[in-house]
């Protein structure tokens, strides 16, 4: 059973920004895709970023440009760089982890952590 875990959320301000990490462990398989998602009050989860093995990285268009992910294979961890947060940004973010067993793929998802941008 892979446990994932995040951190780093919390109360900022419009224009601030904020770190979020999270960290996959119990695995003795590789560790895929891993991603960050949001769900803002009253809407549904949303994909923001994305990161595959190799590196390659997708993100939401509302955060092109001001939001950055990155992993550390080694470690299974990734990080998303949030600048310039709006309160439109305001959302419980989760990261999910996907698991590459022999025969299918996994995907585990943290508790999530909020984050709140005031204006």
């Known amino acids: 059973q892979v446990q994932v875990v995040e951190s780093g959320g919390g109360l900022v301000q419009a224009g601030g920004s904020l770190t979020l990490s999270c960290a996959a462990s119990?695995?003795?398989?590789?560790?895929?895709?891993m991603a960050w998602y949001r769900r803002p009050p009253g809407n549904q989860r949303e994909l923001v970023a994305s990161?595959?093995?190799?590196?390659?990285?997708m993100y939401e268009d509302s955060v092109k440009g001001r939001f950055t992910i990155s992993r550390d294979n080694a470690k299974n961890t990734v990080h998303l760089q949030m600048n310039s947060l709006n309160p439109e940004d305001t959302a419980v973010y989760y990261c999910?982890?996907?698991?590459?067993?022999?025969?299918?793929?996994?995907?585990?998802w943290g508790q999530g952590t909020q984050v709140t941008v005031s204006s």
């Open positions: 999910s982890a996907e698991e590459l067993t022999t025969n299918t793929r996994v995907r585990y």
């Open positions: 990161i595959d093995i190799g590196g390659g990285s």
């Open positions: 119990g695995s003795n398989f590789r560790i895929g895709t």
